[in-house]
């Protein structure tokens, strides 16, 4: 039994998820038929590790707003706070969601690649919604954040799921 294995019991026999699981909207939604698959670790974790990774991203952003209040600092605060949500991201997925164990070069080279890239693409819609909707529209700084971060959020979601940690087969590792 692995540790992943392991951590992932522990983590569907959690008050947590058992009180979340008792929630009739939830209890309704585990027992679709279709919508009840996506209801499952991987969504939960994928779930908690994106809130986690975006509070990162939100908090590193702010704090390095205090240093450059400015308007050139959105883009500077942006940077930074991408740059620590991206390396937040890549170890939390890997361990808590995708389960991928390996840690060898051409593993880390196989997964880190396209998941920066697809980092870069989502940064690049996120710099631009930020830089259009507050540096230029003056919109509500928080709540553009969010937004954003909520589109980020599915995108990667996606691209995680299907392209960067999808189980390959023996021939393809």
Known sequence: MTRHFR????ILQSAFVKKLSGIPFFARLSSH??????FNYEMISYILCGAATT?????VYFIVRVFFPADYGILVAQVISWIA???FAYVVNKVFVFDSPNWDRKTLLREFLPFLTARLLSFGFDTLFVYVTVGILRWNEPLMKILSNVFVLVANYFA?????FRKRTPKES
């Open 7 to 10: 951590m992932k019991q522990k």
């Open 33 to 38: 038929p279709l919508l009840g698959k996506l």
């Open 55 to 59: 509070v990162v991203n939100y908090v």
């Open 85 to 87: 949500a991206v390396l």
């Open 160 to 164: 995680s799921k299907f392209i960067i």
